[in-house]
């Protein structure tokens, strides 16, 4: 399983001088495994990530949203396969019903934010209603929905192929509030024990660290965490390999510099700051 990082960033998209390094680009991450494609969130990254689908012989894709904040779909309408007749496209969605889950991006695509609709979209697409808890398959990928503490819900996503496991847990505030849980060294309430118990040994997990501490304690209704608690659930968990994702739009070139130093000697488990353009291979 090889995991590329399209776009890293958090609430917006964020061009210019001072996110140059790191990537402005709001969050797209894609999976491949055995030449099947799962791509994860639509935000801006996923612009330049149709552009190298296209230099690709597969016409086919897994689409998998976690929520409908704008960050995660605005790059749908710009994501070339959509305009490729034949490609098909398989898009999940945490949702109840196939048309609920069809909603969802339609109240988007109804041609008033964006001159496509969603009943004019040329591709091959179709809608999968998803929910938490209840495991699912996409071509070589073994799948659950993990639900994140996020203002209006998120879903994070357990990911299996080829031996290999990756969490896609981005937007979720701590599921524990401060003092409480893992990251107080006390026992996890059932919340948080449902994302640690998915994250138990995985090879990989992506997870939100937008805040710092003192940002989340002023907003913590906002649905976003901070590096010392995504490590402490890692460690917890035993996972192998953690990204910190989701960076806050002010997070500059410098900021992220000086967290990526100050998190790098971390041992137990390692920890890469997301950059767009980052490439991991699972398979070694
Ligand atoms: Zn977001
Ligand atoms: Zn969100």
Redesign the pocket.
């Known amino acids: 399983m090889k995991i590329r990082f399209w776009g890293v960033r ?2 917006i998209p964020v061009p210019g001088t001072s996110t140059a390094r790191w990537g402005g680009n ?2 797209c991450v894609e999976v491949v495994h055995d030449g099947s494609i799962l791509v994860l969130d639509c ?1 801006t990254g996923a612009r330049p990530l149709g552009r190298d689908l296209f230099a690709r012989p597969e016409r086919e894709l897994d689409l998998l949203f976690t ?1 409908f ?1 704008m ?2 779909i605005i790059g749908f309408p710009f994501f070339g396969p959509v305009y490729a007749p034949g490609y098909r496209m398989r898009v999940t969605v945490p949702a109840f019903s196939v048309e609920e889950a069809r909603d969802r991006l339609a109240r988007f695509l109804n041609g008033i934010y964006h001159p496509l609709r969603i009943r004019d979209v040329p591709c091959d697409l179709s809608f999968h209603p998803i929910q938490p808890g209840r495991p699912f398959t996409r071509g070589p990928f073994e799948i659950v929905g993990v639900r994140l503490n996020h203002p209006g819900g998120a879903v994070g996503y357990r990911i299996t192929a080829g031996g290999r496991t990756v969490c896609y847990f ?2 979720s505030a701590p599921l524990a509030r401060p003092g409480e849980g893992v990251a107080a060294g006390q026992e996890a309430p059932t919340a948080e024990r449902h994302v640690v118990d998915a994250m138990r040994g995985v090879d990989l997990v992506i997870f939100d660290t ?1 805040f710092t501490f003192d940002e989340y304690l002023e907003k913590m209704s906002w649905g976003h965490a901070y590096p010392e608690y995504a490590v402490a659930l890692a460690k917890e968990a035993g996972v192998k390999h953690l990204v910190m994702f ?1 960076h806050a739009p002010d997070a500059s070139d410098e900021f992220l510099d000086q967290l990526e130093s100050n998190w790098q000697d971390h041992a137990d488990p390692p920890i890469t700051l997301a950059k767009e353009g980052l490439a991991v291979d699972l398979e070694g």
């Open positions: 958090g609430s709001s969050s935000g929520h904040h960050d995660h981005t937007d937008m989701h």
